[in-house]
Every structure is written in structure tokens, then in C-alpha cells.
């Protein structure tokens, strides 16, 4: 069972794939850190994403397009598909945990 965390990365690093390697603030591919770096950053002085809350998250903000002075990501694109956007936008709604309940639940048995 491949838990939710691990299907974030793999978007996010498709999307980076085919683009010179991203610098954020000196943590490159900062999705691949441990969940809570992930999660906090600091990215461009800003946090990554806000547990709970999709659309405040900043991580949400940039892959939909312009925010902040930033250009939408990954620079030039191709751009995230509207189906991974959702699945990333519920898992942080679901307080982008770093194990599901599923997963915890088949570990145990």
C-alpha cells in the first residue's frame, strides 16, 4: 500500500523532472525531506503548507500560478493536471499526514 505522502513526492518530482534541478532557498527538492521540513519549509521565507488548509498553502498557491511574485511551477511548465492538483489539495486537507489511517492499519495486522 503506497501511502499518500509518497504520491505527493512522485507528483511534485515529475513535474520537476526535464527542469534544471529547483534551488528552494537552498533545499532543492524540499518535498522529499522528512514530512515535517516538508511541510514547514521554510520556502522563500514561506511555509510550504498549512495542514488543513489547501487553499492558504503556499505549496497549493504557486502550482495553480502567479502568486506572490512568483511565476506558476515548475517554471515554464508543463504544468500539475487538474486530477494530481485535487489529490494533492485533499491530502493537505486531510492534514497532510505522513502515514494514513490505511496504512497504519495494515502495518498493525
Known amino acids: 500500500m ?14 520537476a523532472d526535464g527542469h ?9 527538492r524540499f518535498w522529499n525531506l522528512s514530512r515535517d521540513e516538508f511541510v514547514n519549509g521554510p520556502i522563500y521565507q514561506k511555509k510550504p503548507i498549512d495542514p488543513g488548509k489547501p487553499q492558504e498553502s503556499f505549496l497549493v498557491k504557486i502550482l495553480k500560478g502567479p502568486v506572490d511574485g512568483f511565476a506558476q ?19 493537505i486537507a486531510d492534514g497532510a499526514p505522513d502515514m494514513d489511517a490505511e496504512a497504519v492499519k495494515a502495518l498493525a495486522s
Open 2 to 15: 503506497e501511502i499518500r505522502i509518497t504520491q505527493v513526492r512522485a507528483i511534485l518530482n515529475r513535474l
Open 20 to 28: 534544471r534541478e529547483p534551488r528552494h532557498s537552498g533545499k532543492a
Open 73 to 91: 511551477m515548475p517554471a515554464g511548465g508543463p504544468y500539475i493536471s487538474a486530477g494530481d492538483l485535487t489529490f494533492i489539495e485533499q491530502w
